[in-house]
C-alpha cells in the first residue's frame, strides 16, 4: 500500500478544559496527510472557542481542518455526522477530552504500508487522577474474528473505537449501523467492523491516552440510564440484523444480546418482555454458558422468568 491519508473524526461535548490538549497533539503529528473533522455536538461550554484558539497557531493546517456544527444528538450522532465529511483512506475517531502520541499516525501509517489491514488496532493509556495504567490489547486476526466480538461483549477485550483505526472503504462497502444512544456504543460499532474485516493487525504500541476523570463528557450520566441506553442498543443492533442473523455481525453474541437484554429489563424495569414479545421465547431457547456475562445464577434466573412470561 502507498502512503495512507487519514482523517481523525473528533466529537465536541463539554470539553472546555481538555479539548486544548486534544487539539494540541493532534494538529502536531509527524504524519503530515491528515485531515481532522471536529463535530460541535450542541456544546454549552467554551470547548469551540478553546478549539479556535489553539488552531491559529496553526495556520497552515486550516484548509486541513473542518469543522460541523448540529444539534445535541448524542455521541453515536456525532460520529456518524462526522463520517459524511471524512476523505482519508482511514478513519479514526478521537474523543475530545482524550489525546494522542505525536507520532500515533506515523506508527499507524508505517503498518498500514506494511500490511494494508482493513482494521489496525493499538495499545494505549488510562489516565486517572493519581496514576496511569498501560492496557495492551490481546492478538487477534480476521480469522478469529468470533472471539474477538466475544470478547468485547464479555469485556475481556477493548471495545473502544478510538484505538481502532479503520479503512473508510469498510464503512462505506457496508451498512454500518451507528447506535443511537452512548453507552457502550462504540462495541456496537465495531461489533460490525470486525466482523466485515478481511485483515486485522495488532500495533503493539500505546498510542492513546484517554482520560477517566471527565464528568462532563458525552457519555455521563446516571446508572440506570446508562443501563437502559446500552440496553437499547443491543436490541437494536439485533432488529437491525435480524433478517440474516447468520451471516451477521450479531451472529457470536445472541447468548449475550437475549440474556443480558433480560437481565437488565427485569433489574432496573424497562419493560423489555411488553415492547419485544420475542424476548422471552428467544431467553427460553438460549442455553446457559459459563462464558457469558450475566453470571451463570443470573442466567437461571433470566430463564425462569422468561419461562413464565
Known sequence: MTKPSFSIVVPVYGVEKYIGRCAETLFSQ?????????????????????LAEVLEGYQHLKNRVVIVNKENGGLPAARKTGMEYVTGDYVL??????????????LI???AV??????IYFDFYKVYSNRIKHD????????????????????NSYGYVWNKCVKRELYLKHEVFFPKFAMHEDIYLMTQLIWYAESIVHLKA?????????????????????????????IDLYEHFKDNVPDSPVSPVL?????????????????????YPYLAEMIRRTPISLGHKPFILFQIFIKLYAMFR
Open 30 to 50: 509527524t504524519y503530515d496527510n491528515i485531515q481532522f473533522v471536529f463535530v460541535n455536538d450542541g456544546t454549552k461550554d467554551k470547548s469551540m472557542e478553546v
Open 136 to 155: 495492551k490489547e490481546y492478538d487477534y486476526t480476521a480469522s478469529d474474528k468470533a472471539r474477538f466480538i466475544r470478547n468485547l461483549f464479555n469485556y
Open 206 to 234: 500505546p498510542l492513546y491516552h484517554y482520560r477517566r476523570t471527565n464528568p462532563g463528557s458525552i457519555t455521563a450520566g446516571n446508572r440506570k440510564r446508562r443501563r437502559g441506553d446500552s440496553c437499547m442498543n443491543l
Open 109 to 111: 501509517a508505517e503498518k
Open 255 to 275: 447468548t449475550d444480546i437475549f440474556l443480558r437484554s433480560g437481565w437488565f429489563s427485569v433489574v432496573y424495569d424497562f419493560g423489555y418482555f411488553e415492547k
Open 93 to 106: 475517531h478521537v474523543d475530545s477530552d482524550d489525546w494522542l502520541e505525536l507520532d500515533a499516525i506515523e
Open 114 to 119: 506494511e500490511t494494508s489491514a482493513d482494521i
